[in-house]
């Protein structure tokens, strides 16, 4: 089945080490990608996007993701995490022929130790 | 901007019982609107499209008997849980796209408990 996958559940950091979290996705054709993330207690919120251009997307709080076609992935990064990005980050895939709709990948709870 | 409430934000109510959860987009008209249920630790998984003056369009699995939506208008959709049981005890969210953007934001969410 075509689907979102996020290989890392639980992600454990120090403050000021980088940070990469693995978004791959099995459908062909033209994608829309997302990376959300959901800090406790809060909502989504959108940290970046991916339709078409640059595949290296900058988003908010210093946060980038790599759109690769031919690796069918959207890795985010981020060089040096603090202990407020501990939250969890959700992958998103608006797959081709999609009214819209969005697949989520299953989250990945990341925890930065002070 | 862009941003999208939820009430209530929490509810506990006994079975057999229905349940009403309001979505209305603040600064934005939403033409559709979308329904996601996220159990404990797990993904946000979509229950159903809403579209303002139309039928919601559910996805596979769904009961669309249980779960009533309504889009009355272009900044509120409604979800109603009828007859709700414990097994619907859930995380419900919603979140609703500007009419000529691709992005959805997101409710703050509702938690039903189901006693």
């Known amino acids: 089945a075509q689907s979102v996958s996020q290989h890392n559940h639980h992600v454990i950091l120090s403050e000021a080490a980088s940070l990469e979290l693995g978004c791959n996705y099995s459908?062909?054709?033209?994608?829309?990608l997302f990376w959300y993330v959901q800090y406790p207690g809060q909502h989504l919120q959108l940290l970046l996007k991916?339709?078409?251009?640059?595949?290296l997307v900058k988003g908010i709080k210093g946060f980038e993701a790599e759109f690769i076609k031919s690796k069918f992935s959207f890795n985010l990064r981020k060089p040096s995490v603090q202990w407020s990005d501990t939250a969890e980050y959700f992958c998103?895939?608006?797959?081709?022929?999609?009214?819209?709709?969005?697949?989520f990948g299953s989250g990945t709870q990341l925890t930065v130790l002070p | 901007g862009a941003v999208v409430s939820q009430h209530p934000s929490r509810v506990i109510c006994k079975s057999g019982t229905s349940v009403k959860i309001e979505c209305r987009s603040l600064?934005?008209?939403?033409?559709?609107m979308f329904w996601y249920r996220q159990f404990p630790k797990q993904s946000l998984m979509l229950m159903a499209t809403?579209?303002?003056?139309?039928?919601?369009?559910?996805e596979q699995g769904v009961e669309k008997d249980k779960f009533l939506i309504n889009h009355a208008s272009l900044t509120l959709s409604t979800l109603t849980v009828t007859s709700a049981h414990p097994e619907d005890s859930s995380f419900y969210i919603c979140?609703?796209?500007?009419?000529?953007?691709?992005?959805?934001?997101f409710g703050p969410g509702t938690r039903l408990t189901v006693l």
């Open positions: 979140s609703a796209l500007p009419g000529s953007e691709d992005t959805q934001y």
């Open positions: 459908y062909g054709g033209t994608v829309n």
């Open positions: 991916y339709f078409s251009g640059d595949p």
């Open positions: 998103a895939v608006k797959p081709p022929g999609s009214a819209r709709q969005l697949t």
């Open positions: 600064d934005f008209q939403a033409t559709t």
């Open positions: 809403s579209n303002e003056g139309s039928k919601a369009t559910y």
